[in-house]
């Protein structure tokens, strides 16, 4: 079982990205870029910073910006800074509660269960 939650959130896509973007080069504002189907290119210090995108998903572009899976994303791997403090579960045994911390993709702890609540977007993780 496999449950991810607020795994793509959309990300701002304001101009100034397009034709050009590659890791290291320079940039401006807090944008993004789909360098490849699993990477983003995120501006951070007016520099893109590559990010991978390993959830089924990838990067793609979504209504009103882009999105980027990250629930393929090993611990410590980055993520968007748009994600911060974004949770999802992955796993089978034990499952697993994840979030964005610090650009990175950290592991708060095993569950027994994982799962969004009803009627929240919140995630309710059974140790």
Request: proline share 4%; aromatic share 4%; net charge neutral.
């Amino acid at each position: 079982m496999r449950t991810a939650i607020l795994l793509a959130v959309t990300l701002a896509f304001l101009g100034g990205v397009g034709c050009g973007a590659q890791e290291g080069g320079a940039c401006s504002g807090e944008v993004y870029h789909c360098a490849a189907q699993d990477s983003i290119l995120e501006c951070r210090g007016g520099r893109w910073v590559a990010i991978p995108c390993k959830g089924p998903d990838g990067c793609r572009a979504v209504s009103g910006g882009l999105a980027c899976d990250v629930t393929g994303n090993q611990e410590g791997e980055g993520c968007p800074s748009a994600m911060e403090g974004t949770g999802f579960c992955r796993g089978t045994s034990p499952l697993s509660l994840f979030t964005c911390r610090g650009a990175q993709v950290v592991k708060l702890q095993d569950c027994r269960s994982c799962a969004t609540a009803t009627g929240s977007s919140s995630i309710v993780c059974t140790p």
